[in-house]
């Protein structure tokens, strides 16, 4: 029997020995992966490995760009990922299909609870669809733009417009009645 050593907040066995790896192929998308992963920590470096290989990274900064134990946690406690396998305390080849498939949700922008109704419950051949056509359609990640110093007013119009302008812009009331009188002629005449 291997060592014994708290890795988390389960008892789980270390093996000394490298684990095997084992080449995973569904679609033209290629899992390189160990057969188990003896902690959360060794499952979440092996998944942003993964991702960073791919190019899959959180859109617009809606989750840390790498997944730690305590991501990992939550996400057990949301459903997105089921608990170590039993009798083992290991995780395998469905944690790694379950938290590759979250990352590439998240690289698309999708929030928590959309990928919560897209993979919870969903069989490994599911997982490694869904993980080939994100594969496939993905596209680049859009970022936020860096915090300026710019202020925006908004000045209300006729009906459901606004006119917006920046750094302390204002129309004045001339100009402002003058657009609500172009709105006002529009409203009429589309009738």
Known sequence: ???????????????????????????????????????????????????????????????????????????????????????????????????????????????LRRIQELIYGRDDANLRELLTRAKSEQQPVATMPPFSAETWNVTPLEGSFALIGRDGARPTAAQVNAINRILQKQKVTSR
């Open 1 to 111: 029997m291997p060592p014994k050593n708290l890795i988390d907040s389960d008892t789980v066995y270390w093996q000394i020995a490298p684990m095997p790896r084992s080449t995973t192929s569904h679609s033209g998308l290629k899992l390189s992966l160990q057969s188990s992963f003896a902690s959360l920590h060794d499952l979440a470096e092996a998944v942003n490995e993964w991702c960073s290989e791919k190019g899959f990274v959180p859109a617009s900064g809606q989750a840390a760009e790498n997944l730690s134990q305590r991501s990992l946690r939550y996400y057990r406690t949301l459903g997105l990922l089921d608990g170590p396998l039993k009798g083992e305390g290991t995780y395998g080849e469905r944690h790694f299909l379950q938290l590759a498939a979250l990352r590439a949700l998240q690289s698309r922008g999708m929030p």
